[in-house]
């Protein structure tokens, strides 16, 4: 059997212009290779009212356990300007011994190193004992709805057993071989509004300036001493992202004012008791300034860890053999889709550097995807021994 490269199967992956939720055919490309190598494959098309249909593909060889699985992502986020790039972000290019285009970095070439690392692996264990299998979705970098999320119900439903997962985010700051992510913290989103007073500035006992409470608000929010961390995790910590107030005139009190904030909030705490311990100050300044609030969360996810095993510990040893570095087991950084897959089975995260992900000029480093592409097919080698 002739096994994929992992530099020519991303540079083919990043010609697909798969800007969350549009697939640009990817998806399709991507089963065609699987089902050479023997896959038998399934793309799940989900639909929920108020979003977009996405696309996702869930693909196994093999019947037997254990269900080794590699989950990650062929959506990108936008380019932005093409005018700022040095190339075509869809046409990948090799500058500098790095590939440089949209995906590269988050995370298309992570995906190539893993099939590319899948087909050696064939060809050396036909009749290996267990299964391989991979969850891809094209919703990671949106709403998240139709995605990794709707995959894991329908797996559940089906009853397919997952026995550990690798998801291939980017997950080292500097060098590969850093850090391996083993739990993310919570995501949890407030966008609040404070009702006033419509007044004259020159009359203020008969207004109720609502930028008045909402700043005391604020204040306090900020001043919240959630916790001081765990072994695990950083403390957990909230910033105000936007604050609003649509006033045009300097001299009407205005009769609201909104703000937005997000909290990541480590395993000490939840969705809920968030929720709970910010309502309580809601309440409190509102009912002194006889004012009424509306408030809206959005959760994009808890706060997870998963113990290591010996699998991770395992990975973490693979790691340091290839590139000479003992990765930090870490749950540092944004949300991951770890936290619909948690659900099903234990797993971490560990790919390339992350430096240039979303960015203009997103590139990967050619000894990064050759090396990462090697640790994949070691832990293959390792896992089914």
């Known amino acids: 059997m002739k096994t994929l490269n992992e530099l020519q199967l991303a540079r083919e992956l990043i010609k697909f212009p798969s800007i969350t939720p549009v697939d640009a055919g990817v998806i399709k490309f991507l089963e065609k290779k699987l089902s050479k190598l023997g896959f038998k494959t399934k793309i799940l098309e989900f639909k929920e009212k108020g979003f977009k249909p996405v696309k996702n593909l869930y693909a196994r060889l093999g019947t037997k356990r254990p269900n080794f699985c590699y989950a990650g992502h062929l959506d990108v986020v936008p380019p932005g300007p093409i005018k700022d790039w040095t190339i075509n972000p869809f046409r990948p290019t090799i500058k500098k011994g790095h590939l440089i285009g949209r995906g590269a970095n988050d995370m298309k070439s992570s995906i190539a190193a893993f099939v590319s690392a899948v087909s050696a692996f064939l060809s050396e264990n036909k009749n290996f004992n267990g299964s391989i299998s991979l969850l891809i979705t094209g919703d990671e970098e949106g709403d998240a709805v139709n995605g990794t999320k709707k995959v894991v119900e329908y797996l559940k439903k089906r009853k397919e057993k997952i026995n550990f997962c690798l998801v291939g985010e980017p997950t080292n700051p500097n060098k590969l071989g850093e850090m391996i992510k083993i739990g993310r913290r919570g995501s949890l989103t407030g966008k609040l509004t404070v009702f ?147 659900k099903i089975s234990p797993g971490l995260e560990f790919g390339l550097v992350g430096k240039t992900m979303h960015r203009v000029d997103e590139a990967v480093s050619l000894k990064d995807l050759k090396n990462l592409t090697k640790i994949y097919q070691n832990i293959l080698q390792r896992y089914f021994k």
Do not use: C
């Open 196 to 342: 006033g007073l419509q007044g004259h500035v020159a009359y203020p006992h008969r207004a109720n300036n609502p930028s008045t409470i909402i700043v005391k608000i604020l204040k306090e929010l900020k001043d919240i001493k959630f916790d001081r961390g765990t072994k695990d995790f950083q403390p957990t910590n909230l910033e105000v992202t936007k604050i609003n107030i649509n006033n045009t005139a300097d001299n009407v009190i205005p009769g609201s004012a909104k703000a937005t904030f997000n909290i990541r909030f480590n395993n000490r705490h939840t969705s809920s008791s968030i929720k709970k311990r910010l309502n309580k100050i809601f309440n409190k300044i509102i009912k002194i300034n006889k004012s009424k609030f509306k408030i809206d969360y959005k959760v994009s996810g808890e706060a997870f860890l998963t113990k290591p095993n010996r699998t991770t510990y395992m990975i973490q040893e693979i790691i340091k053999k290839i590139t000479k570095i003992k990765p930090k087991l870490s749950t540092t950084g944004g949300t991951s889709d770890l936290r619909f897959i948690k």
